[in-house]
């Protein structure tokens, strides 16, 4: 069993900048995909940024030029730098990993997920 966890969130104002961290408890995060996602108030679930096993990264359209995703597999951690934040990114936002050497980015394919952290921007 994987465990991941979050930290990092936050409440900040428009413009602002928060830096989440995604912690496994897995010496098999290396040959893991590891994604980002949120979900707002009755919202469905979406991707915010999706990291493969060789730091290929993917984003949604909403954050691209705004954040950054990036993995340290020394510390088998996760980072999700987010900068010019904007009240629609208000949201709790998840890790998850995928299943050992699979590149995907879908929240189905994920094999273990987070409790969440909170992100809250206001205007």
């Known amino acids: 069993q994987v465990q991941l966890v979050e930290s990092g969130g936050g409440s900040v104002q428009a413009g602002g900048s928060l830096r989440l961290s995604c912690a496994a408890s897995t010496g098999t995060f290396s040959r893991r995909t590891m994604a980002w996602f949120r979900q707002a108030p009755g919202k469905e679930r979406e991707l915010v940024a999706c990291?493969?096993?060789?730091?290929?990264?993917i984003y949604v359209d909403s954050v691209k030029g705004r954040f950054t995703v990036s993995r340290d597999n020394a510390k088998n951690t996760m980072y999700l730098q987010m900068n010019s934040l904007k009240p629609e990114d208000t949201a709790m936002y998840y890790c998850?990993?995928?299943?050992?050497?699979?590149?995907?980015?879908?929240?189905?394919?994920?094999?273990?997920w987070g409790q969440g952290t909170q992100v809250t921007v206001s205007s």
């Open positions: 998850a990993a995928s299943p050992v050497a699979v590149w995907t980015c879908r929240p189905q394919d994920n094999e273990f």
């Open positions: 990291i493969s096993q060789t730091s290929t990264t």
